[in-house]
């Protein structure tokens, strides 16, 4: 266990490590690390790595009391169950890193040779974030699997431990190329994609500046004749209060959007930031427009996709998420125990991050 000072150190410091090494984004996942037999300090809800200090993080105890800080993070108790089942454990890094968060829609335990990982990555059956199903789903893995130190959290993320911040780190990072070569064995080298570009526009008042090969060109939002990509994005800020649109053409954004159909989403982040499922549009602006109601992207036939935000951090999110997304539909191809959330648990993320997280970030 460390002194509670060098602990807080630590935790800020492997923050920014993992968002240096691309295990993490924003404010997505949660650390902690043991100061006592009891105590742990973990990161506050909703504090980004990238500025977080070290007298912000939360102390607490096994049993949940804080005894000062914040608000700790909600994945709490997961955090206090590593480090009551595993008394040689002081570190505990909970991520949404991509490809494990991939290989974990499908549910299964992997095994692996890798020396850091001990042989197993058992999988925790699935709970929304943040409940004590999912609590529970995560101790009876470390309880069945004592030498495992990491978890997959069934299309979540999942859970790093580590006797040091060191190794905690180590095995997130082994964790994240096991899955990876995993993915790849399954799905194979994702091809070249062309298609046309669509734009990426911001909003500014009544008009808007779409940016498409290079060119940048002024519209009015309720212009009554312009370019058809000019018209779908002037089409989405009539309908919409979002102030950014970006064409996603990854490999497999592109994929995806040939299929044709919607795409429910395997992964929570995804119903959370981009919508209780991805709707799939011809280029007509009335098309796109009605699919990205109530969402934030939506696939263009054969073309991508469009993601919509209010902030450049939002448009970020919905990118990242959206090609992670598209990665797990993909590998489903190939696994077909990688499922969809059930439309339920889909509408109560998105609901609870449009009201309870979004809202809240954009009235600041």
Known sequence: MYEEKEARCLVVRAGRMLLEAGLTARTWGNLSARVSGRRFVITPSGLAYETLRPEQLVLMDLSGRVYGGGRPSSEKGIHADAYRLHSDINFVIHT?????????????????????????VPCAAYGMPSTARLRRAVAEQEKQWPESMTVLLRSHGALCMGVSMEDAFAAAEALETVC????????????????????????????F?????????????????????????????QKSP???????????????????????????????????DIRCAGASPGQAAAALHSRNAVFLRG??????????????????????????????????????????????????????YAEKKHSC
């Open 303 to 356: 073309a991508g996709a469009l993601c919509t935000g209010m902030t450049g951090e939002d448009i970020s999110a919905v990118r990242a998420i959206l090609r992670k997304g598209c990665r797990a539909w993909l590998l489903a191809d190939a696994v077909p125990s990688c499922t969809p959330l059930g439309r339920l648990d889909a509408w109560v993320q998105r609901k609870i991050y449009v009201t309870q």
């Open 209 to 237: 500046v779409l940016t498409r090969y290079g060119r940048r060109t002024a519209f009015a939002v309720h212009a009554s004749r312009l370019p058809p990509a000019a018209a779908v994005h002037a089409a989405v800020y």
């Open 96 to 120: 949404h890193q991509d490809n494990a968060s991939i290989v974990s829609t499908a549910g299964l335990d992997l095994t692996t040779s890798h020396p850091l990982l001990n042989g197993r």
């Open 242 to 276: 979002v102030q950014y649109i970006v064409h996603e053409t990854a490999a497999e954004v592109v994929l995806a959007s040939r299929r044709g159909t919607a795409m429910r989403p395997m992964l929570d982040d995804l119903a959370q930031i981009a919508g209780v």
């Open 180 to 207: 990876g070569n995993y993915i790849q064995a399954r799905t194979g080298h994702l091809p070249r994609t062309r298609v046309p570009d669509w734009g990426v526009s911001e909003r500014r008042g009544d008009a």
